[in-house]
């Protein structure tokens, strides 16, 4: 797969919006996705399902929303991914807050095998205190 290969598999999961028919095609099964101390509900989570339900079900529950909203794709020629962004985020008491990120993915055999963020968690925990 080549590298411009890679980034349009990564970017095809932020254009979904991590749509279940995309994730289940795009994950590998031993992906390791892992999130910013601090961050709400931070912690390595292993394999699509773990995300889906210890990570993502968990955070959505304090949202009105949430979304990553990817503003640079950058690839190399060992498989990884980088994305620059922020995370938009409407907390349920009514605040907003955007949250800059970096996604480090490594893809391999056509699939992401890992998810590594960094980001302001500062400003999300702010944010939820209301």
């Not at 797969?1 to 994950?27: G, K």
């Not at 060992?78 to 009514?94: D, L, M, N």
Request: glycine share 8%; aromatic share 12%.
């Amino acid at each position: 797969m080549s590298d411009s290969a890679h980034l349009a598999l990564i970017r095809r999961v932020y254009e979904s919006r991590m749509a279940p028919d995309v994730t289940s095609e795009v994950m590998a099964p031993d992906l390791v996705w892992d999130i910013t101390p601090g961050f709400p509900n931070a912690g390595v989570y292993h394999g699509w399902d773990d995300v889906a339900k210890n990570f993502f079900g968990k955070t959505v529950q304090n949202y009105e929303s949430f979304g990553a909203v990817p503003e640079e794709f950058y690839a190399d020629d060992a498989g990884h991914v980088f994305v620059y962004g922020h995370y938009h985020a409407e907390t349920k008491t009514g605040h907003t807050a955007d949250v800059r990120f970096i996604h480090l993915w490594t893809v391999r055999d056509g699939k992401a095998v890992s998810m590594r963020q960094a980001a302001d968690s500062h400003i999300l925990q702010e944010a939820l205190k209301g």
